[in-house]
């Protein structure tokens, strides 16, 4: 098991591009996750998936979109991007919505906006 | 609004002496703890769990406590070890469903050798 994989490890855009971040997870889980972490603080929800088809909102939704069409894959979008975003994101997924139960975490990617 | 913050951003600890880290809860709603080591370059690891009805839980080399009346969390690392030397975070799940996790701010810990 890989368990919960994100691509790109790095990536510089300027203000205004786009781009989408990958989240994979090969543990069959139903629930997917992404957080910010901006230096020294902890993680923020961005957007969450309860299932395949399904996304809603998190803590800091503003400037992000994301999609989760199979159940493996969540993907989280940039339309336009800021200074502001620069920051390092984490996708994590748990088995259940069951508000008992730990979320697994991928090794990050880290987003520079100049 | 709810929160859950940290008292200590950073510790620094002798090795082989024990670790607390501390934690304020203010949501009381919430009934599922968890702590998470994040090392430097990395995604935040599980470390152990703890459910509101239970006040203490041990795992290997480490202890988590639950003071609800207070709202308080603690993780114990006993023995500290320099690969102990991370930034460590508390969790809480506010109580509803959707295992949404609301993070403290982290404490980092140093182990001196």
Partial sequence: NAGVTQTPKFRVLKTGQSMTLLCAQDMNHEYMYWYRQDPGMGLRLIHYSVGEGTTAKGEVPDGYNVSRLKKQNFLLGLESAAPSQTSVYFCASSPTGLADYEQYFGPGTRLTVT | ?113
């Avoid at chain 2, 998470?36 to 470390?47: D, H, T, W």
């Avoid at chain 2, 809480?92 to 404490?107: D, P, Q, R, S, V």
Wanted: glycine share 12%; net charge positive; hydrophobic share 35%.
């Fill in chain 2, 1 to 113: 609004g709810e929160s859950v913050g940290l008292h200590l951003p950073t510790l620094s600890v002798q090795e082989g002496d024990n670790s607390i880290i501390n934690c304020a809860y203010s949501n009381s709603a919430s009934d599922y703890f968890i702590w998470y080591k994040q090392e430097s370059g990395k995604g935040p690891q599980f470390i152990i769990d703890i459910r509101s009805n239970m006040d203490k839980r041990q795992g290997q080399r480490v202890t988590v406590l639950l003071n609800k009346t207070v709202k308080h969390l603690s993780l114990q690392i006993a023995a500290t070890q320099p690969g102990d030397s991370a930034v460590y975070f508390c969790a809480e799940n506010g109580g509803a469903a959707g295992n949404k996790l609301t993070f403290g701010g982290g404490t980092r810990v140093l182990v001196k050798p």
